[in-house]
């Protein structure tokens, strides 16, 4: 079945990146494997969620990290069952795929779910409603129109009357989104003057520096929908909304005005470079400083309060964003050989009543309670090597079948496991927690081997040793825990790896300088 929906360019803008190699995906990987792999995860499992967030707080994990349900939970309550129930499965996703009946065990490797082959229809819908819930309309100049005059000063009024006269701001930024490419301005007239509704040539550069609308994508069609002459729309751009503008720094397409004054002194001028296209709203305007003052205090009253202090809907939960990697230019901190060690911010998690107020560009140095550097060593992503060969394990006694091999031990571990694990399930993942009585400080590794000992397990991302959670689906995880005591051990195991009713083990290795020197085992029963 194929599906048309009108009007669904932030659903299209979601889908298409997590597949692009060119964006945020490895090449070949497609939307069977991203759903096979989330399916498997607990959502936002790695990030702080608040229990008082306005969308996600009923399902906040009482752990602080995380949801308690999984991504099929919450499909299957948004959407249709037609859409995720069915007693087929696809085997061999793709253009020769079938549909077969699903079996009553595990899924084979070539095969996958309606909910799984629907995934990026859900994804794409799911962000798309999200973000059409993010209206920010409680703006001073919001309250102002409806009859509020005591919502903007008098500052403020003056410059909405150069915005809309002298300054002929509105000719461009018009309607409630305050700008002519808004979906419906588009909808009543596709073309203006022959080139495409919603974009302008301002003169910030020279079209032959930033052709714009003029290019073409990368299958090297044109950007431009209006089929206009050839030059006719270089060096044109979307012409942005304006609600929270003071928010956005910097400005234009190549963010060369640092501050809403030096955007105004911009249009004041009549822009930077001359083009036979620039729009002819684009000259000198003689604004006087007054005016030049009430404008920008126009333009900042445009700002929704919620959006400035993160509150409902703006809430969210907490954001870890990769932000280079210390060092210089010749060289840069590693956490394995050939791998750079990322460093991060962190965008703390916001519930329903807000928090700290936004931090406007230029955000350096960063405010206390938004955007924070990760103190050195709290955070650290682990790469997945190849698995490593299980420790030798002692000699069967006759006639001991495979199930019968004795564990791998090492005398005089650095660490004991004497508690029985806790096992906790959801539909696809397995979630062990123990505690490791450490004797002493050091290296310590962690690590999954099936009941026999034979094969290595997969961590899944979300898993957890002492302070060190890991970012990526690895086979080991390692943590230097500084000082004796207890450590937590919190391991994310897929179901699929595991065989109902059996033991697998959990080996935690004393590392030295050349390998393992000493390791304990743990057994736990697989759900």
């Not at 996600?56 to 939970?73: E, H, N, T």
């Not at 916001?350 to 406007?360: D, E, K, M, S, Y």
């Not at 539909?427 to 034979?454: C, E, I, P």
């Amino acid at each position: 079945m194929r599906l048309e929906i009108p009007n669904a360019s932030l659903a299209s803008q979601a889908v298409g990146p997590m597949t692009n190699a060119g964006i945020m995906s490895f090449a070949g990987r497609g939307w069977k494997d991203i759903a096979v792999k989330l399916t498997s995860l607990r959502p936002l499992g790695e990030q702080a969620v608040s229990p008082s967030d306005s969308v996600l707080g009923p399902y906040a994990d009482p752990s602080g990290k995380g949801l308690s349900v999984s991504y099929a939970d919450l499909i299957e309550r948004a959407f249709a069952t037609r859409w995720w129930r069915s007693n087929l499965v696809v085997k061999d996703p793709g253009a020769n795929q079938t549909f077969v009946p699903a079996p009553s065990g595990q899924l084979p490797a070539n095969e996958i779910t309606q909910l799984q082959a629907n995934f990026s229809l859900f994804w794409g819908l799911a962000v798309q409603l999200y973000e059409a819930s993010l209206v920010s309309d409680q703006t001073p100049v919001d309250r102002f129109l409806s009859g509020d005059h005591s919502a903007l000063t008098k500052q403020a009024v003056d410059g909405m009357g150069v915005f809309t006269g002298k300054g002929q701001c509105s000719t461009c930024h018009a309607g409630p989104e305050l700008t002519n490419a808004a979906t419906a301005a588009v909808a009543q007239s596709p073309l203006t003057d022959g080139t495409d509704t919603g974009f302008a040539n301002l003169g910030v550069r020279a079209p032959s520096e930033d052709v714009g609308l003029g290019g073409t994508d990368v299958n090297g069609n044109p950007l431009s929908m209006a089929g206009a002459p050839a030059g006719a729309v270089d060096g044109m751009f979307k012409i942005p909304g304006l609600r929270n503008v003071a928010l956005t720094a910097p400005y234009f397409h190549n963010g060369s005005a640092g501050t809403l004054r030096q955007v105004v002194e911009f249009y004041n001028r009549g822009g930077n470079v001359d083009a036979p296209n620039k729009a002819n709203e684009i000259k000198p305007l003689s604004l006087n400083e007054q005016e030049k003052q009430d404008l920008v205090a126009f333009l900042e009253a445009l700002t929704d309060p919620r959006v400035l202090l993160q509150q409902a809907p703006f809430d969210h939960p907490e954001l870890l964003i990769p932000h280079g990697a210390s060092g210089d230019t010749t060289s840069v901190a590693t956490s394995a050989p050939g791998v750079a060690a990322d460093e991060y911010l962190e965008l703390p998690a916001v519930g329903a009543g807000g928090a700290t107020r936004i931090q406007p560009f230029p955000n350096n140095p960063f405010l206390p309670g938004f955007l924070q550097a990760l103190p050195a060593g709290s955070f650290q992503p682990v790469t997945a090597p190849a698995p490593a060969a299980p420790a030798p394990a002692a000699p069967a006694p006759a006639g001991a079948g495979p199930a019968d091999t004795p564990a791998p031990t090492v005398s005089a571990p650095a660490t004991t496991l004497k508690v029985t694990p806790k096992v906790r399930r959801t539909r696809s993942v397995a979630t062990v927690t123990a505690s490791l009585n450490v004797r002493q400080g050091g290296r310590l590794r962690v690590r999954a081997l099936d009941g026999r000992g034979r094969r290595q397990l997969v961590l899944l991302a979300g898993s957890r040793l002492g302070k060190i959670v890991s970012r990526h689906d690895a086979y080991t995880i390692t943590a230097r825990i500084a000082r004796a005591g207890k450590v937590t051990v919190r391991l994310r195991i897929a179901r699929s790896q595991l065989a109902h009713g059996r033991t697998f083990r959990i080996l935690v290795d004393t590392m030295g300088r050349r390998g393992a020197v000493a390791t304990a085992r743990l057994d736990a029963v697989a759900p």
